[in-house]
């Protein structure tokens, strides 16, 4: 009884299964190259208005539909033509299907991560607007010499301080650009031959919704990082508060 198993699942050989994942692929393109020239002719043949984009709309679910035949189809010819059958017709073809989407999202994962990850492509830089306050009993002038700062994965940008009095008595307002879609930001107040102040973000990757535009809590820092030395995470008590909103021309 082994025998037979055995023999059974060598039809099913890797050779099969690269064979179809190149008849697959191959699929893919001669489904979208045909299906695109299809839906473009029947688009002509129909009258289909090409107002707003109908026509290509038309065109590429005409191509969708051609793909989802052909690319199967011909993964099954390839396998039946490597010697492929009966029941193991039917596991490589989810085998070659499966490692097709895995082939594609990594491609995906890799194109993703080499993009800028702009904001906002089309319009201004938004702005994180943001207000500090010091510890009680001490003065706003603690906080004249102090560099604002916003740090992610790509980039470091420098803050501005506002010139003009704050919305809030006892506090110093400014605004630094938030350029890139991340999920991690970190704000820095560099104080002067002190121990800066590190402030974890509590921002989505992309914060451009209207409830993101409003006061946020007065947040404590996170970490305090004393000059050559490594950040430690902050022991409690009074210290620095920030909070800050988003500001950004609607799309």
């Known amino acids: 009884m082994i025998a037979p198993v055995q023999a059974a699942t060598r039809t099913l050989s890797v050779s099969a299964v690269l064979l179809g994942i190149v008849g697959g692929i191959v699929g893919?393109?001669?489904?979208?190259?045909?299906?695109?020239?299809?839906?473009?002719?029947?688009?002509?043949?129909?009258?289909?208005?090409?107002?707003?984009?109908?026509?290509?709309?038309?065109?590429?679910?005409?191509?969708?539909?051609?793909?989802?035949?052909?690319?199967?189809?011909?993964?099954?010819?390839?396998?039946?033509?490597?010697?492929?059958?009966?029941?193991?017709?039917?596991?490589?073809?989810?085998?070659?299907?499966?490692?097709?989407?895995?082939?594609?999202?990594?491609?995906?994962?890799?194109?993703?991560?080499?993009?800028?990850?702009?904001?906002?492509?089309?319009?201004?830089?938004?702005?994180?607007?943001?207000?500090?306050?010091?510890?009680?009993?001490?003065?706003?002038?603690?906080?004249?010499?102090?560099?604002?700062?916003?740090?992610?994965?790509?980039?470091?940008?420098?803050?501005?301080?506002?010139?003009?009095?704050?919305?809030?008595?006892?506090?110093?307002?400014?605004?630094?650009?938030v350029y890139f879609r991340m999920s991690k930001r970190l704000f820095v107040l560099k104080f002067p031959g002190g121990e800066d102040r590190i402030f974890k973000l509590h921002l989505p990757a992309n914060p451009m919704k209207t409830k993101y535009r409003a006061w946020s809590e007065w947040q404590n820092p996170d970490f305090v990082a004393k000059a050559g030395e490594h950040p430690t995470r902050f022991s409690g008590g009074n210290d620095y508060q920030i909070r800050y909103k988003l500001d950004y021309q609607d799309r």
């Open 28 to 177: 893919l393109a001669a489904g979208l190259f045909l299906g695109f020239a299809l839906g473009a002719g029947l688009a002509a043949v129909f009258h289909v208005s090409s107002f707003e984009g109908e026509a290509g709309y038309f065109a590429v679910s005409i191509a969708i539909l051609v793909t989802l035949i052909v690319t199967p189809v011909l993964i099954l010819l390839t396998l039946y033509w490597r010697g492929v059958r009966r029941i193991w017709l039917l596991i490589g073809l989810v085998i070659v299907c499966i490692s097709i989407a895995g082939i594609g999202a990594s491609g995906f994962e890799i194109w993703y991560a080499a993009q800028p990850h702009v904001l906002n492509i089309n319009g201004p830089t938004p702005l994180l607007e943001f207000e500090v306050k010091p510890p009680p009993g001490q003065s706003i002038e603690n906080l004249a010499k102090v560099e604002p700062e916003l740090d992610t994965d790509r980039n470091a940008m420098p803050g501005n301080w506002h010139t003009d009095s704050p919305e809030t008595s006892g506090v110093r307002a400014g605004h630094v650009e």
